[in-house]
């Protein structure tokens, strides 16, 4: 026993957790059925259940992201096509009482806003303290929940998504889904298996908190306001 | 932490007639049983998906060793780095070194309840390291120097007006009249103090939802957004879980997903669910330049091949504790460990023995709430019966009833005896009046509150034996 002991002390502590990891499962760890077991299911991933919600045709699809989106206080605009974008935005900045400024990323679906100068003041790179608004564009969203899906990178920095007060998230009505699973297809499809950017969010409404007598306050760190653009119209 | 879980009775003496917790503990009843209702009602598949759920959990804990390998290789590919501590020492010393190396004087940290076990915020404070909890409910219980009294809700045993208190006696900068009366004007000073904070930090600390083998992710589920800016902005991220934490896949991440929130705060999902993984990208503009993942055991692994293996399969939703009678009553801090209800009297024993914890399987009516709300279907009664049978055979810190049940055990055992002396006592009992029931010794704790009823002066098996008697003399034929 004293022996035991004091090899495991001279162990990494890695070799003496896996150590005790097999031992409390009773294997060695070699065995090639069980590493088969995990290698096929990494290799391939497989979508469990999906809830019935989340089916449907894509007009549907949408119809429930948005609903899902507002039911959570989250302000949506359809947007009939990429070129009304940046007059949808300004709308929404004046509306807001916000200046005509906002920040983004050089993401291709902001092409737009370079066909309007003078509409709007843009902003580019990662989010300052400072900032009152950042805009975002979502590679996919699940209608389940009405959750958004961003990816970072230079194209559009995580920063925006969490330090200006307002947050405006682009999305290609094509690209709402109905589960997350089909959003996660369309990141791989796009990346490649098992690569992922730094940072996904995935973004359900603003930030908010109940840890003071369960009573729900939004703006907690992050954003006090999401607003969502569904850009396109969604066809079958 | 310092454990008090020996004095749980002194402790749950104290929370019952405690006002302020009394009235704060009304929230838990209200918000959180009703909200996991609703979001459960609004989804028919939840309780197959909860079954799925915990068949992926028990999946990956029957592979831990391959997943932990391969979690490692993804992590390490996409440039992060991997940590392996044995036990708190262990994951406290790593996290200094890294801190160290960083040259860190402020640290932001996202609510871990890891970093709770390992005690990390007084092992900095001790190097000078400034640690700043920027979840609301833990920046609120930090300014007090308590702990946590609920997995999720940190400060849920808490007022409004208490929390005032604590924010003018912290944030003495700030104009001594400014109105503070709302909730919302107390969130909106903490999002103002802490934004200062997250700029300035050196080093993010994180805990994880899940780590994912596939891709090497670390998963954060939060609806303040303050686990995104700690992990963000400054240019060391750790984060600091615990073994058992690996799912496979990214689509296996989603099926518990669909079951955490909704088990926890009864929403659909959390405003955020952030995957990080490796540092920045050369491109990047924003992200930490080193990610740092401590895999802490402290006696995880220890639980593989025993009676609490499913316990491994927790997602701490809290779940178990909104639906306890006791945890409603008394309170987290009562249980005085890091995780209380029953999620913690079934896991606190085993990070501290049972000597130590002996009080919390027993602090416990056995109504089964907890497993049957609990989306892992982790056995919780049958593990806290399983922590007393130890307990008993061990050197039990619970002398009387020990002795009490030895005692019954032994009448138990000897039919005859056992009769006489229940049917004595009955007698007895029966004799004295109402007001004496009231008072008799070793029912103090419940004679306050119900009636002790008065027994019947004949005990059950005399009477039963005196009637079967009597229905054999009507049956006997009459003679004559």
């Known amino acids: 026993m004293a022996e035991k002991v004091s090899t495991e002390k001279t162990m990494s502590a890695r070799d003496a957790i896996m150590a005790h990891v097999r031992k409390g499962l009773g294997v060695r760890g070699d065995e090639p059925g069980r590493r088969g077991v995990v290698q096929t299911r990494l290799r391939n991933p497989v979508a469990n259940l999906i809830p019935e919600r989340a089916k449907g045709t894509k007009p549907e699809l949408v119809k429930q992201f948005q609903t899902m989106l507002e039911n959570g206080g989250t302000g949506v605009v359809r947007v009939r096509t990429y070129k009304g974008v940046p007059d949808a935005v300004a709308t929404a900045l004046r509306e807001r009482n916000l200046p005509s400024r906002v920040r983004l990323g050089s993401d291709p679906f902001f092409r737009t806003f370079e066909a309007e100068p003078g509409l709007l003041e843009i902003l580019g790179g990662a989010a300052e303290a400072t900032d009152l608004v950042g805009l975002s564009h979502a590679f996919a969203g699940a209608s389940e929940t009405g959750t958004l899906f961003l990816a970072s990178g230079p194209d559009n920095p995580s920063t925006l998504n969490f330090l200006p007060e307002h947050h405006f998230v682009l999305i290609d009505a094509s690209d709402v889904f109905g589960s997350y699973e089909e959003c996660w297809v369309k990141l791989r499809g796009v990346l490649g298996a098992g690569v992922m950017p730094r940072t996904v969010n995935l973004i359900s409404g603003a930030s908010r908190t109940a840890d003071i007598e369960q009573t729900i306050v939004k703006g907690a760190h992050g954003p006090k306001s999401l607003a969502v653009f569904i850009v396109g119209s969604a066809r079958e | 932490m310092e454990q008090t879980s020996l004095h749980f009775r002194e402790n749950a003496t104290r929370a019952l007639a405690d006002p302020q917790l009394q009235r704060a503990l009304g929230n838990v009843k209200t918000g959180f049983i009703l909200k996991r209702a609703a979001a459960r009602a609004s989804l028919p598949e939840f309780d197959a998906l909860r079954d799925e759920a915990t068949a992926i959990k028990t999946h990956v804990i029957d592979h831990l060793d391959i997943y932990l390998e391969e979690y490692e290789r993804r992590v390490l590919a996409s440039g992060g780095h991997v940590h392996w501590a044995r036990d ?393």
């Open chain 2, 88 to 480: 708190a020492a262990e994951a406290r010393e790593i996290v200094l070194a890294i801190c160290r190396e960083a040259g860190a004087k402020t640290v932001t940290k996202g609510k871990s309840m890891v970093s709770e076990e390992i005690g990390l915020n007084a092992a900095l404070e001790a190097e000078n390291i400034r640690p700043v909890e920027t979840d609301l409910g833990e920046y609120i219980i930090q300014l007090r120097r308590e702990k946590p009294s609920h997995i999720i809700a940190p400060a849920v045993h808490l007022n409004r007006d208490q929390i005032e208190g604590d924010f003018r006696a912290a944030h003495v900068d700030l104009p001594p009249e400014r109105d503070l009366s709302q909730i919302v004007e107390l969130v909106g000073e903490a999002r103002t103090v802490l934004r200062q904070q997250f700029l300035a930090a050196d080093v993010g600390i994180t805990g994880a939802n899940f780590l994912i083998a596939e891709t090497g992710s670390s998963v954060i589920v939060t609806n303040e957004g303050n686990g995104d800016l700690t992990q963000l902005l400054p240019r060391t991220h750790i984060v600091i879980a615990s073994l058992e934490k690996l799912v496979p896949t990214l689509e296996d991440a989603s099926t518990i997903l669909r079951v955490l929130a909704r088990s926890a705060t009864g929403q659909e999902m959390t405003s955020y669910t952030t995957f990080s993984t490796g540092p920045r990208r050369d491109e990047d503009p924003d992200g930490p330049d080193a990610y740092h993942v401590v895999l802490l055991d402290n006696g995880r692994s220890a639980m593989l091949g025993t009676d609490f293996q499913d316990m491994l399969r927790c997602i701490r939703c809290g779940a178990c504790l909104n639906h306890c009678p006791v945890y409603a009553a008394v309170g987290g801090h009562a249980y005085g460990s890091v995780y209380p209800g029953p999620m913690g009297a079934v896991l606190t024993p085993q990070l501290t023995g049972i000597h130590d914890a002996a009080h919390l399987p027993n602090a416990s009516t056995f109504c089964g709430r907890c497993q049957a709300v609990c989306p892992m279907h982790i056995p919780l009664p049958k593990m806290m019966r399983h922590w007393r049978e130890r307990d008993f055979a061990g050197q039990s810190a619970l002398a009387t009833p020990k002795l009490a049940i030895r005692a019954w055990a032994w009448f138990a055992k000897r039919p005859g005896f056992y009769r006489f002396a229940t049917a004595a006592q009955g007698r007895v009992l029966s004799l004295l009046p109402r007001s004496m029931l009231a008072k008799l010794p070793l029912a103090r704790g419940w004679t306050p509150y119900r009636v002790l009823p008065k027994p019947a002066s004949r005990p059950f098996l005399a009477q039963w034996e005196a009637r079967e008697q009597e229905k054999l003399r009507r049956e006997r034929p009459h003679h004559g």
